[in-house]
């Protein structure tokens, strides 16, 4: 128990010198140069502790190393099987020890299985950088790209009003959006969610989003555009439902569910590119999102 005590308090220090150093050279050398293109990867239900997680967080390193990531979007189920914090040292830190220790900032949203016991403890929990909040936005690139971070555990009416008013004011490049359980999916297990999107739907519509990443379903999905959006699911960050989608699914684009994967985002000013790799490096869809995609 002490060994996972210091392990953690260490982590949490070098979260918050991390923080504390990029205050610093922004006080002592002025602003920084605009960020033209940003690079980081979207990971669904992957903190099962397992050898998959240990597997996707290696992959991920090595993408990392090849080019480094500006920051990690988690979609949820971040903590199994309940989300206390308890866990937080096996299924998060340990993992993502290589990652954390290149100070690369994850940005989590809480998935169904987070919140049994865990919703606090993820909320306040520095190296989820969620700012005690269960949803907020992450502005990046200066007006590049603005991420859009919603609890659909608890998609309330203030929640909906906050976003609205969020998704307007913004005035991005890309607007992308991050929540667990997706509005659209061909996942046999859980599949779309159709009051998320009765109520959601609409304001992505009205405000001109371009992206929504989603998991929830432990497969990877493709969507066709719906009325002009791209809609992804990301969920096999750490257990894959084999022969878990369905194929007949009148919206799939593309999908996979024989192994593990995550996801690899690029976005600049002309478009965004996106790479799935599974848990052995190979890649099993790509593509471009351009701004002409809304008709």
């Given at each position: 128990m002490n060994e996972k005590i210091t392990r953690r308090q260490a982590l949490l220090s070098l979260a918050a010198i991390t923080a504390g150093a990029v205050i610093q050279k922004r006080t002592v050398f002025g602003a920084q140069p605009v960020k033209t293109r940003l690079r980081f990867p979207v990971v669904g239900d992957f903190g099962t502790g397992g050898s998959d997680q240990l597997n996707i967080a290696k992959r991920m390193f090595e993408a990392h190393q090849r080019a480094p990531f500006d920051f990690v979007i988690a979609a949820g189920d971040n903590i199994y099987p309940n989300g206390n914090g308890r866990y937080f040292t096996k299924h998060f830190e340990q993992p993502f020890a290589s990652l954390l220790n290149e100070r690369v900032r994850f940005h989590a949203v809480l998935g169904n299985h987070d919140v049994r016991e865990g919703r606090q403890d993820q909320c306040q929990?520095?190296?989820?950088?969620?700012?005690g909040k269960g949803y907020y936005t992450l502005n990046q690139g200066e007006g590049l790209l603005d991420l859009f971070m919603l609890d659909s555990t608890d998609c309330d009416a203030a929640q909906i009003g906050w976003a609205e008013q969020q998704l307007k004011d913004s005035a991005a490049r890309w607007k992308l959006v991050v929540l667990h359980h997706p509005l659209y999916s061909s996942g046999k297990k859980h599949g779309s969610d159709l009051y998320l999107r009765a109520k959601l739907?609409?304001?992505?519509?009205?405000?001109?989003?371009?992206?929504?990443?989603?998991g929830h379903d432990h497969i990877y999905e493709r969507t066709l555009p719906q009325q002009g959006i791209q809609y992804f699911v990301t969920g096999a960050g750490g257990e894959n439902r084999r022969g878990g989608v369905n194929l007949k699914s009148p919206f799939r684009a593309a999908s996979y569910d024989e192994d593990n994967h995550f996801m690899l985002v690029e976005a600049e000013h002309e478009r965004i590119t996106f790479q799935a790799i599974s848990e052995t490096g190979s890649v099993v869809d790509r593509g471009v999102i351009e701004p002409s995609v809304r008709s």
């Open positions: 929990y520095p190296l989820f950088n969620m700012g739907e609409p304001l992505f519509v009205r405000y001109g989003v371009n992206a929504v990443f989603s």
